[in-house]
């Protein structure tokens, strides 16, 4: 019988919130995952397209494209080594980390561009590496409680724990 939440035994509302915080705590992991992934492309892009002087839309082009590689490569890694075929690998990838991945990258990318010189600054700025720095903390928390949804409902880097 389902009680509303005032109602509920107290033994009930304990599972709950345990089961909350253990979705939380998924939804953290998952993120750092997500996180190592992108900012590894981002840093890279970020560091190539200043160092070669790209205009400030290529340079943030490149950082999408390899926190995309990065992030999906991180994931299907541990995939394949579970004897997964290549092209099912590159299926779970994309199910676990586009939406992940997407939402990072935007916030990261609109968090470096909107810092005022940030762009400019170049790889000895402090500016540079703290907006950097800034942005993937920023995109981090933004993306935690969007993969908490995704994981609740079965999606995201649900799917991938049937691999590990």
């Known amino acids: ?15 709950a919130a345990a089961q909350g915080r253990a979705l939380t705590a998924t939804a953290i992991s998952a ?10 492309g981002e840093v ?7 160092a070669l002087d790209w205009h400030n839309a290529a340079t943030v082009a490149l950082s999408v494209a390899l926190a995309f590689v990065f992030g999906y490569s991180l994931t299907m890694l541990p995939v394949l080594r579970a004897g997964v075929a290549l092209k099912a690998a590159v299926a779970v990838a ?13 916030v990261d990318n609109t968090v470096i561009v909107a810092v ?26 933004v993306t935690v409680p969007v993969n908490r949804m995704l994981i609740a409902r079965g999606r995201g880097h649900a799917v991938v724990h049937a691999y590990h």
Not at 1 to 15: G, L, N
Not at 44 to 50: K, S
Not at 94 to 106: G, N, Q, R, Y
């Open 31 to 40: 993120t750092l995952h997500c996180l190592t992934g992108c900012a590894i």
């Open 94 to 106: 994309l199910a676990a980390d586009t939406v992940s991945i997407l939402v990072m990258e935007i």
């Open 116 to 141: 005022p010189g940030a762009m400019d600054a170049g790889l000895t700025s402090w500016l540079f590496w703290v907006a950097l720095a800034g942005s993937l903390v920023i995109a981090f928390v």
């Open 1 to 15: 019988m389902s009680h509303p939440p005032e109602h509920r035994p107290a033994s009930q509302s304990a599972d």
């Open 44 to 50: 890279l892009g970020m560091v190539i397209g200043t």
